[in-house]
């Protein structure tokens, strides 16, 4: 059998991903995996519409296809992002349409599921008859008994094909509404009280609800605040994930594009930050991605912290929760505030108008007493994981993070809560004894572990 592997690293064959991709095609030398590298021959599939029928043709001529790649930035790299974008543009959808699929990642786990459920989906949109995902570590091929777990995917997956097993889909089409924004005057305007408000975009055409939606909120505020438009940037390509960032948060672009200074003297200089932009095949465009994946270059470390972020999105949010997810996450692990996110999903314009003016009042407020919410399992979890690559595996190539952590106290294991040890100690020991095990299992439990809270209480009073 031939299965086409779509190759989603920037790396091309000296990627992780296709190390894994290498060690299926020994394992199971009767079937050919033919694989292309799309990620970093991208510039060329965008110029070249013959790289891109090749590609089709590979497609169209196998048995099934292998959606191979790395985890960038919670989703799949700008670079691929943009090759599902063209599928659509040069409407090439029926190529895939019916052919057996799956999905192959190498991560550190931090929000693969999100990756997964988008590579899903996007199989689901072009009909394709989806066999299953492996997420894998990326060190997991270092692993025998991991080792074995690819071999058992990929042999159900070559099964699967050649049995023709009956597949079904996971996600529902989503469905685009017909709403034209007719935004009204601000009723009053919000003075900015000298906080800096950013508005980035990837806008093409001010007529849409997009661009309305940006002149609305921009005349919400009493004074002139800055757009910048991710066209106009100079932005020479996608994160190559070349991590010579690991060492010292230099990216390797360096001055050959103007990113680095654009995030360090703009984005990193802002107060408020608001996102807008147009949900394109169940994301934002690949401009936006590579907006984020670029901004890789502080690795590990948060550089937005404390500031306030609003979302402004044109499209059917409500439709797409791992959308809202990847932004909920981003914002919290970016120890930022996310204030809001208005979509023009509301049934009226003067709802949505509402909603823009009360965005604007909330990030200028928020901003004015600090606050950022309390982080949810999206940002304790996530930072976790980053904790202990950053303090093993990872803490070699990634030194400034490593620097960072222990500068800032995140290495917080093994908890040296000598108190709590102590307590646990005596506390464990006491319920050897039968009697005093059954006092305080049945009897003091919930008594006992509300006390430390009446005692702050007592104290207020
Ligand atoms: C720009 C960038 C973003 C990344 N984002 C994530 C992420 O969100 N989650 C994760 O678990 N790993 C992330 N990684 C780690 C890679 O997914 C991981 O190292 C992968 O194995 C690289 O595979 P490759 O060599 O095939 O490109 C990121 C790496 C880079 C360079």
């Known amino acids: 059998m031939k299965i086409t592997v779509l190759n989603g690293s920037p790396k091309g064959h000296l990627s992780v991903t296709m190390q894994y991709v290498n060690f299926i095609q020994i394992k199971f030398p009767r079937h050919e995996l033919k694989i292309l590298n799309i990620a970093s021959t991208i510039k060329k599939i965008e110029k070249d519409g013959k790289a891109f029928q090749e590609i089709m043709d590979e497609v169209r001529s196998s048995e099934g296809v292998l959606w191979a790649f790395p985890l960038y930035y919670l989703l799949v790299s700008s670079q691929y992002k943009r090759f599902i974008e063209l599928i659509w543009e040069r409407e090439a959808v029926d190529v895939f349409k019916n052919k057996y699929t799956a999905l192959l990642s190498t991560s550190i786990h931090f929000f693969d599921h999100t990756a997964h459920n988008y590579m899903n989906a996007i199989c689901d949109d072009l009909d394709m008859k989806f066999l299953g995902s492996f997420s894998a570590g990326m060190y997991d091929l270092l692993s025998e008994k991991r080792r074995e777990r690819l071999t058992l995917f990929a042999s159900e997956f070559f099964d699967g094909i050649q049995n023709r097993i009956p597949t079904s889909k996971r996600f529902s089409p989503v469905l685009y509404r017909n709403f034209n924004f007719v935004p009204s005057p601000a009723g009053h305007k919000i003075n900015t009280q000298g906080k800096r408000v950013l508005i980035l975009t990837d806008l093409k055409d001010p007529q849409t609800n997009l661009g309305k939606m ?17 066209h ?15 060492y010292d948060y230099q990216c390797s672009y360096g001055d050959q594009d103007g990113y680095v200074q654009f995030y360090k003297n703009q984005v990193k200089k ?3 930050l608001i996102f807008t932009g147009t949900i394109q095949d169940r994301y934002l465009s690949s401009r936006w991605k590579m907006f984020f994946d670029r901004s890789f270059f502080h690795t590990h470390t948060p550089s937005l912290v404390g500031k306030q972020v609003g979302f402004v999105l044109s499209g059917p949010l409500r439709q797409i929760p791992n959308l809202r997810q990847i932004f909920e996450a981003y914002t919290e692990w970016q120890q930022a505030n996310l204030v809001d996110i208005v979509t023009d999903e509301e049934e009226e314009s003067k709802e949505l108008d509402a909603r823009l003016q009360h965005l604007a009042e909330q990030v ?3 901003a004015g007493i600090s606050y950022v919410k309390p982080k949810t399992f999206l940002s304790v ?28 106290h995140l290495y917080d294991f093994p908890q040296r809560d000598y108190k709590a040890r102590m307590i646990n100690a005596l506390l464990i020991l006491l319920t050897k004894i039968p009697s005093m ?25």
Do not use: S, T
Request: one cysteine or more; a positive charge; proline letters at 2%.
């Open 214 to 230: 940006i002149e609305r909120l921009k005349n919400a505020f009493a004074e002139e605040v800055k757009v910048i438009n991710l």
């Open 232 to 246: 106009d940037l100079d932005i020479k390509g996608g994160c190559l994930g070349c991590i010579q960032c690991g």
């Open 270 to 272: 802002a107060d408020i």
């Open 364 to 366: 200028i407020h928020l």
């Open 381 to 408: 979890g996530g930072m976790k994981i980053f904790r202990d690559d950053v303090w093993g595996k990872l803490r070699f190539p990634f030194q400034a993070d490593h620097h960072f952590y222990k500068k800032h």
């Open 437 to 461: 095990r059954k006092e305080i299992y049945r009897k003091r439990m919930k008594e006992e572990m509300v006390k430390p809270f009446q005692k702050v209480l007592e104290k207020m009073k």
